[in-house]
């Protein structure tokens, strides 16, 4: 059974930054294309950042520049460094891997991001 859990969400000011974790059990995020996702109040989940097997990254037009994911194999993780925060960016965030996503499934409870302006 796949079990995520993302941790490091928080209240922030404008401008700051936050690092988003996402533990796995269950499922081995190395050989699997894994994302970050976020669903603000009243919106669709939309992907924020996805990185490949390969540690290809691809981010949303919205938070190129300032948020890199990355992972650490030997841990499970899978991070999010969010730099430079702007209010819409307010939302609770999500990691999965791209398979489950699509299929809308194996989500966790998701770690709650606010900025404040």
């Known amino acids: 059974q796949v079990q995520l859990v993302e941790s490091g969400g928080g209240l922030v000011q404008a401008g700051g930054s936050l690092e988003l974790s996402c533990t796995a059990s269950?499922?081995?995020?190395?050989?699997?294309?894994v994302g970050w996702y976020r669903q603000a109040p009243g919106k669709q989940r939309e992907l924020v950042a996805i990185i490949t097997r390969g540690r290809n990254t691809n981010y949303a037009d919205s938070v190129k520049g300032r948020f890199t994911i990355s992972r650490d194999n030997a841990k499970n993780t899978v991070y999010l460094q969010m730099n430079s925060l702007k209010p819409e960016d307010t939302a609770v965030y999500y990691c999965n891997t791209a398979q489950a996503a699509t299929l809308n499934r194996d989500w966790g409870q998701g770690t709650q991001v606010t900025v404040s302006s």
């Open positions: 269950g499922i081995i995020f190395s050989i699997n294309t």
